[in-house]
């Protein structure tokens, strides 16, 4: 069948609704209405945008110069495309398309007309319809305020909406095609919506690395110059520069605009249906080279070389180091090590290990953003790097208060091994050690690089660290022990949740942040005693204190949370184990 009835559109299009409002209601009951909310409000806002813009274009227009108007439609371009990528995102963490290509080549459909309605399907979004309106009433308003030659605009924008699509669309099809692995999914995921807050820092960060990069802000010729470079460079700024150039007498600018958008969207979805046709017909997987299917191929037998011993295969160096680690783990529990050793494996290839690595770099990119010239002395500089800290701590929340949700069915395992609950509630809590000391020491050493601190503060805030590490832990241990639920492969929140476990959480998050008010008192001693001129590190003293009783306390309490769970094991296992979708 190679021509699609419309009767057969119109039903698989609906079909995609409703799978859609019923992937938000999967995520919380709440969200279904308002995804039909949402699309309501957005079909009556693209008219009202429409009219809108309209009005306001024939309001300001009039008597704007060219460079004005470039810099209003690259404002319009701006805006949707933040909404548009926001929205992509959105759409991967909820799982996807909702008009998968291979349901609908089960149809009597040609793999063309399936390949269209997947189309159709993955790019009709609200803030398309919405800045669709804007761009729309925009041109209208220019035809109407600078004449006929501004005609050119609606193919303009009808030319960029198709190549945004488009190009949208071979990323979706390829996100497709990796996201086969839900481990690569997540991975992906992380990645983007780290790409993406770096992404709308970077203004930013330019004013803030690179002061000399506004120097000619003051002048219009120079600001034109690198206005029109600048939307040459870049495919999404050639709807603005066609704008530019028909206002300033260059009609051929917005036809060759016109052109290149066109061919861009054409070559983009050309290559995204024979991609995916590939993909989905002939089984090629995604992202592999000639040289990689070659390498998958047998090859002949080798001889294995005879084992050396290893001190001729390991260097000195790496002996060493092994050697200081034994020392190191002397104490430790073989099962405790060994539980650690694989925890540690484990959430850091899982992508929420990867998101818990990236947080913390985006939390230091902000602080150095928005409160490095905000926050001044010495009150303040000290606690904001216990701040800090303890948003590292918060951020991996979710690691230390489901220690057994990575596991999955692999924690059956575990149970049957024998290994003893206390010794396994250790192996854990090791696990995150690297995390806090690595990402830790990292935020130290930045912030002290921007807020200078005295030796001795240095060192009581890394006692503090491990202080925050041990609170985390014990308090981890009880949540993962009384509510453990099973972990997605690609997000770590909680399925199902409950008001008492939301509570709970909360809670616990404002016990952690209540170990550092109480901070204020030794600093405020060492300032009182500093201003008297005696200089006695107060706050080291109190740090070093509070450690060891924090020690203590994480000893007697890493007893009692083995027995319990060791009466728990069995809820345990069957909450972890539990299928997720």
Request: hydrophobic fraction near 55%.
């Amino acid at each position: 069948m190679s021509v699609l009835d419309t009767s057969q559109a119109w039903s698989i299009l609906r079909l995609a609704w409703k799978l859609s409002r019923r992937r938000w209601e999967r995520q919380s009951p709440i969200l279904g209405g308002v995804a039909i909310l949402v699309t309501v409000v957005g079909v009556g806002s693209s008219v009202a945008a429409l009219a809108l813009a309209f009005f306001l274009g024939t309001t300001f227009l009039p008597g704007t110069e060219p460079l004005g108007r470039l810099i209003v439609w690259d404002g319009v371009i701006g805006v949707f495309l933040i909404l548009w990528i926001a929205g992509l995102l959105v759409q991967l963490q909820l799982g996807g398309e909702s008009l998968v290509i291979e349901k609908l080549l089960h149809m009597p459909v040609s793999p063309l007309s399936a390949f269209l309605m997947n189309f159709v399907g993955a790019q009709m979004r609200v803030s398309l319809l919405i800045s669709l309106g804007v761009m729309l009433g925009l041109s209208a308003a220019s035809v109407v305020v600078l004449g006929a030659g501004q005609l050119i605009l609606f193919p303009l924008t009808m030319a960029f909406a198709a190549m945004v699509m488009c190009i949208t669309h071979q990323f979706q099809s390829w996100l497709a095609r990796v996201f086969a692995n839900k481990r690569r999914r997540g991975t992906v995921v992380a990645i983007a919506v780290l790409a993406f807050v770096i992404l709308a820092n970077l203004p930013a960060l330019t004013d803030r690395f690179l002061p000399g990069a506004n120097s000619g802000a003051g002048d219009p010729a120079q600001m034109e110059r690198w206005a029109i470079i600048g939307n040459a460079a870049l495919p999404v700024g050639w709807l603005a520069l066609g704008a530019w150039g028909v206002g300033d007498g260059h009609l051929w600018l917005g036809v060759v605009a016109v052109f290149g958008m066109a061919a861009v969207a054409a070559l983009s979805l050309r290559r995204s249906y024979r991609k995916t046709i590939a993909a989905t017909v002939l089984g090629e997987p995604a992202g592999r080279s000639r040289r990689r299917q070659s390498e998958d191929k047998p090859h002949r037998s080798r001889v294995v070389p005879a084992a050396t011993p290893a001190s001729a295969t390991n260097p000195p160096r790496t002996m060493a180091l092994g050697r200081i680690l034994e020392a190191l783990g002397r104490h430790i529990p073989d099962h405790s090590r060994a539980v650690a050793g694989v925890a540690v494996r484990l959430w850091i290839r899982a992508p929420q290990g990867k998101m818990v690595l990236f947080s913390p770099v985006l939390l230091i990119m902000l602080y150095v953003l928005l409160f490095q010239n905000t926050i001044g002395g010495d009150w303040a500089s000290q606690f904001a790097v216990l701040g800090m800290m303890g948003f590292m701590i918060m951020m991996a929340f979710n690691l230390f208060a489901n220690l057994f949700g990575q596991d999955g069915n692999g924690f059956r395992a575990v149970v049957l091994a024998g290994v003893p609950a206390r010794e396994l509630l250790l192996g854990k809590n090791l696990a995150l050690l690297p995390y806090a000391v690595i990402v830790g020491t990292a935020m130290m050493t930045i912030l002290q690089w921007v807020h200078p601190l005295p030796a001795s503060h240095v060192l009581g805030n890394v006692a503090q660290l491990f202080v925050l590490y041990l609170v985390g832990c014990m308090l981890g241990n009880s949540f993962s022990i009384r509510m453990p639920w099973a972990m997605s492969p690609t997000s770590m929140g909680m399925r199902n949740a409950t008001a008492v476990s939301f509570l709970a959480s909360f809670l616990i998050l404002l016990l952690l942040f209540g170990f550092i008010a109480p901070l204020a008192i030794p600093i405020a001693v060492e300032k009182w005693l500093a201003s008297g001129g005696r200089v006695v590190p107060v706050y080291l003293i109190f740090s070093v204190i509070e450690l060891g009783i924090v020690w203590l306390f994480y000893r007697r309490f890493l007893n009692s949370k083995g027995r319990l769970l060791a009466k728990r094991m069995e809820t345990v296992l069957e909450r972890v184990t539990q299928p997720i979708e």
